[in-house]
């Protein structure tokens, strides 16, 4: 399930950086506020579901484009270009994520970037890798140093004010903060010791499904703003080592309002 998973990352992407050359002729469709789809998106999630039917036609899909695809007890989450944005301005940093879980566990994960050819797979219980290199979350032990990864609340401004509350106080106390704009990349940063710590109100499933489970396989600590597991029905995730994880909830916890809990 794992090489299927990476044959149909590998395959999405070099659809995505074949349409790169094309930017400017995509079509695109305006899915909600500040949220967008390309005709690229469309046709990597076919491509991925293909694979996958193919290998197994009885299993279940929920893909970001097409929704659920009815089916067993096991479920493929396709992003299958998360950094859609990034990707229409030329920006560098987007990727193909899938994931699947059997019975809400999840089982196998990969996030691929074609920019960089840099392959993260995950599989419970035997590791995290980057590229055949086994992943661990940094031993960063404070913030004082530490870089911090984040996603701005940019599809509403519900959360807006909770959201810089928290960020004003991370960012006294941090190194540095990133928004690079493709949740996927930053988890598996996390993953991979490239970023300290990363929290994000409002993330999809299909943003977080494989990134999380290569946090876990790679030693780290991933959940709500509840310190709970409910992250994918809440979408507010918290991740790092143990023990930024916790620095950083401590920092964020005065500002969870009670409808992000």
Known sequence: MLNTAVRAARSAGDLILRSSDNIGHLRVDQKGKNDYASEVDRMAEHEIINIIKTAYPEHAILAEESGQHEGNDFVWVIDPLDGTTNFLHGFPQYAVSIALKHKGKLEVGVIYDPLRDELFTAKRGGGAMLNNRRLRVTNQTTLKGAL??????????????????????????????????????????????????????????????????????????????????????????????????????????????????
Request: proline letters at 3%; one cysteine or more.
């Open 148 to 261: 911090i990864g984040t996603g701005f609340p940019f599809k509403t401004d519900l959360h807006l004010d909770a959201y810089t509350n928290m960020f004003r106080a991370l960012t006294t106390e941090c190194a540095g903060i990133r928004r690079a704009g493709a949740a996927a990349l930053d988890l598996a940063y996390i993953a991979a010791g490239r970023l300290d710590g990363f929290w994000e109100i409002g993330i999809m499933e299909w943003d977080m499904a494989a990134g999380i489970l290569l946090i876990k396989e790679a030693g780290g600590v991933v959940t709500d703003f509840s310190f709970n597991d409910k992250y994918m029905v809440s979408g507010n995730v918290i991740a790092g080592s143990p023990k930024m994880h916790q620095l950083i909830y401590q920092l964020i916890e005065p500002y969870v309002t009670d409808n992000l809990k």
